[in-house]
């Protein structure tokens, strides 16, 4: 059975790492390169390195601080925000990602996605997906873009399918509702995109302690669940939500 994997997120503005609440009220918790090495060193599987400011900013990701961040690094790294076409993608793994994430500009342009995969290959091609409840669409979330600042026509199931139908070899989810209130992840969302796409899916938004955790991934249907406040506050570690994990049942990697 293949690891479930532990993802720590990095929302990056002004180039220091910061954290909030459904996007907003954010607050600066340290810089992004020692944090990425920390959470490393700690065990972390993966990565996450998402530039939250640069699309509501028409600007493009900050790639020297990513690069100086990739730098530290030996485990994944994936790099988002801002990225417009694939060749800022390539860009971006040039600079040092694994993988490049994508939202608004593949909700503008979703060609965006089949070109970025045929030039690097799918696993290189994030989508990720901001989702808010919506009784009015179909599955019950909405699509917005722009850092979760702008409601889309799209349904976010409906979506999430698209995506992986013009290449995305991963989505990246993340519940707007539960973004920062440590409530726990979107279980329900999380199972419905899982069951419906045949790539990975990483849970985002609500992780509020090792209990959280464990659930999304094992009734959620996720392959990986990303956490950013907790670790950032030090409410717990790496080392002690893998070791939930594992006390659970689910398979973890170990640092050596």
Request: hydrophobic share 45%; with cysteine.
């Amino acid at each position: 059975m293949l690891s479930r994997r532990l993802i720590v997120c990095l929302d990056v503005a002004g180039a220091r790492v910061v954290k909030g609440t459904q996007f907003v009220a954010l607050r600066d918790v340290g810089d992004p390169a020692a944090l990425a090495e920390r959470y490393e060193s700690e065990g972390a599987d993966e990565i996450v390195f998402l530039d939250i400011a640069a699309s509501a900013e028409s600007r493009t990701t900050l790639l020297d601080v990513a690069r100086r961040t990739a730098e530290r690094l030996f485990i994944p790294l994936t790099i988002g925000g801002g990225v417009r076409s694939a060749d800022e993608m390539g860009d971006a793994l040039r600079g040092g990602a694994d993988k490049v994430s994508v939202n608004s500009a593949a909700v503008a342009r979703p060609a965006l996605l089949t070109e970025a995969a045929q030039r690097f290959g799918a696993q290189c091609v994030v989508a990720s997906i901001d989702a808010k409840r919506d009784d009015d669409t179909p599955s019950g979330w909405r699509v917005y873009v722009r850092g979760g600042r702008t409601a889309t026509e799209l349904d976010a199931l409906a979506w999430a399918c698209e995506c992986v139908a013009r290449g995305a070899g991963e989505i990246l989810l993340t519940s707007i509702d539960r973004d920062g209130a440590r409530s726990g992840y979107d279980v329900a969302l999380t199972r419905a995109v899982a069951s419906a796409v045949h790539v990975p899916v990483i849970a985002s938004g609500g992780a509020g302690s090792a209990a959280d955790v464990c659930e999304i991934l094992r009734d959620g249907g996720a392959d990986a669940a990303l956490v950013a406040g907790i670790l950032h506050d030090g409410l717990t570690t790496v080392g002690a939500l893998k070791d939930a994990m594992a006390a659970d049942g689910l398979p973890v990697r170990r640092v050596a």
